[in-house]
């Protein structure tokens, strides 16, 4: 028996977005487990921040084959938590994964063959004790193989049981109404594309957002802080429990250039003004668009789950304050 007995508030503590022109509603925050889930983490910690998401009613919680490190152990460790945790609540989640990136050697280990996809799905179900996921995304466009191909089997897992739904990532607004067409001739909509997408990184703006609109899928906005840089985290140096130190690869001190402090600091003036932390700035500024369904945050912390959420009680971000975050990108 669980010792966790989930909020019975949960379902009145986060608003929730139709995801596209889809049935499938998914709360404004979402969990991924990119970072600290690995084998490397403790698991204590990854249990706690899963349960107060929980508790938050964030009933999202994004996996890829190969979050880690190493890679796999995400998936490994979420299916631990949730057959002591959440094995009575699993009708109330929305669990993805992903297959694109390397995950096992040889040609069939990576990219967007039919081969790949499906032994990668079927790889994941088994770490986390699942017979389905609700999403299955191919993780990155692969230029080798044809699309057909690709979203084919993607089509398949969902036809096959094996996930609810299809989503796709990284793929660019003319690869994604490609994808879109092709899955629709199988008979699966798409249902959600996980681009990077921030105040730093807004590639998405000009084409992907109205060509989703058009499609009518959701959107899910990944590493929507810049992984810690649109936070408190760096304005005071480098903290030792950080990603930027502990992790170091996708974000590390040569990123943090002195320019990119600047900005950072009077982005944080902006938030401050109007009693908001930067995190919660930079997840309201995503919420602007209404293309957004939910802002894939991840988290090292309990506190910064929090810290998120309780953001979304404040009022929406006014004109003058989208214009001063304007004037800073182009200072
Ligand atoms: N599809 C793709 O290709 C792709 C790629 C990347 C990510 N993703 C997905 O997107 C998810 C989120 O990405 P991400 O982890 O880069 O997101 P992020 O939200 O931009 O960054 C998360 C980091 O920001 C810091 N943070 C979060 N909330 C904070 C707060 N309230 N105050 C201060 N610091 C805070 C923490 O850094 P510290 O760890 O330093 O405390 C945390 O680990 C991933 O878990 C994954 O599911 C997908």
Redesign the pocket.
Known sequence: MSSYTPDDKRYEAIPYARCGRSGLKLPRI????????GGVDPLENQRALLRRAFDLGITHF???NN?GPPPGSAEENFGRILRADFAAHRDELII?T?A??HMWNGPYGEWGSRKYLLSSLDQSLKRMGLPYVDIF?H??PDPDTPLEESMGAVADAVKSGRALYAGV??YNAAQTRQAAAILKSFGVPLLIH???Y?IFNRWVEPELLPALTEIGAGC??????????????YLQGL?A???????GV??NAEKITPEVLAKIRALNEIAQKRGA????F?TLWLLRRPEITT???????V??????HS?LRLPALSREEQGAVEKILTS
């Open positions: 979402s969990l991924g487990l990119w970072h600290n889930f994004d996996l890829a979050y993805s992903k694109g990136y995304y993780h990155r990532s990284n996980q681009p990077v921030n899910i906005p990944f590493s929507p802080l810049a992984q810690g840089l649109l936070t408190n985290r903290p429990d950080s990603r930027a130190v502990k992790s996708f974000l932390t930067l995190a919660q930079a802002v894939l945050i991840g988290a090292s912390k506190t910064q789950i929090d810290d998120i953001g």
